[in-house]
């Protein structure tokens, strides 16, 4: 079957070059038009983690390596908010980050639960207890998980709906932020056990993302092989500030998370082949 609709197409060609139309290059195929686009969210969308913060965005921590940043400079845009803020949970979001949106808003991103569900207590809590403590900590942030955080979630994305009519929506998930094997500062069972955490809420997020009609896109894949304690590490391991710790690194912004996002966002015209 793919061989005849390569020779169909081929022949196609063949066609509209005997009767003199003109080939279409990659220069002369029209551009979409420009994107309004906010960014929301929390660390993992601030870039927190990244350094070299924007001096305006305060405690907030943007990063102009984070992903929204990067797609922002690589794609056309009329307008850019970048409003994600490091510490941020749902309520946030609803309260303080949709200030940006209208019915002109083309295209949002979003990255939020993890502050939640308490994920960074849960790791200072494996980090300090070890794996029985690990263990508790983490049935306690999957119970929340499963229970308290889908009628969070869909709340949040029922405001950025109606405050962006118009607009596409992709929800970006977390990684799995622990390489599973080797030497590291926690032991395998209890990366294990994160890991599982990770995945829950992984599928939680994307479940309640497209009962709300939005497009998840799943950073998982792009960040295996590059958890803590890999050997190319994509997320910090225990680093200073200490706010920084385990969260990507400019790398994986732009190594994982950009190309997830992009494999997924309406892009207008960024980069046009150009031979």
């Keep these: 079957m793919r061989f005849a609709r390569i020779a169909s197409a081929f022949a196609g060609a063949l ?19 420009p994107v309004d686009y906010v960014a929301l969210g929390d660390s993992y969308a601030s870039g927190t983690g990244i350094g070299d913060y924007d001096p305006d965005s ?21 307008s850019f908010t970048f409003a994600a803020c490091s510490g941020a949970v749902t309520d946030d979001v609803v ?21 939640d569900a308490g994920f960074v207590e849960v ?5 300090i207890l070890g794996t029985a403590g690990c ?28 405050a962006a009519p118009n607009s596409s929506v992709v929800v970006l998930g977390y ?28 599928d939680v997020t994307a479940a309640r993302a497209g009962a709300a009609g939005f497009t998840y896109a799943d950073v998982r894949t792009q960040f295996d092989g590059h958890g ?16 920084e710790s385990f969260h990507p690194n400019a790398v994986g912004h732009a190594q994982a998370y950009l190309p997830a996002f992009s ?4 892009s207008s015209t960024a980069v046009l082949a150009a031979g």
């Design 15 to 33: 066609i509209a070059v005997s009767l003199g139309a003109p080939a279409a290059s990659a220069e002369e195929t029209a551009p979409a038009a």
């Design 58 to 78: 305060g405690s907030c921590l943007r990063s102009p390596g984070a992903y929204p940043e990067l797609w922002a400079a690589a794609n056309e845009v009329s």
């Design 175 to 202: 990684p799995r932020l622990f390489h599973p094997t080797g030497a590291c500062i926690l032991s395998q069972a209890s990366r294990a056990l994160l890991n599982d955490t990770a995945d829950l809420l992984a």
């Design 263 to 266: 494999s997924v966002a309406p």
């Design 228 to 243: 803590v304690c890999a050997s190319t590490p994509w997320i910090n391991s225990i680093a200073w500030p200490i706010n």
């Design 95 to 115: 309260a303080n980050q949709l200030g940006g949106l209208d019915a002109d808003t083309d295209l949002v991103s979003i990255s939020i639960g993890g502050n």
């Design 135 to 162: 263990r508790d900590a983490a049935a306690e942030a999957n119970a929340y998980i499963q229970t308290e955080l889908p009628a969070q979630l869909d709340a949040t994305y029922a405001a950025i709906r109606s």
């Design 123 to 127: 790791i200072t809590t494996c980090t």
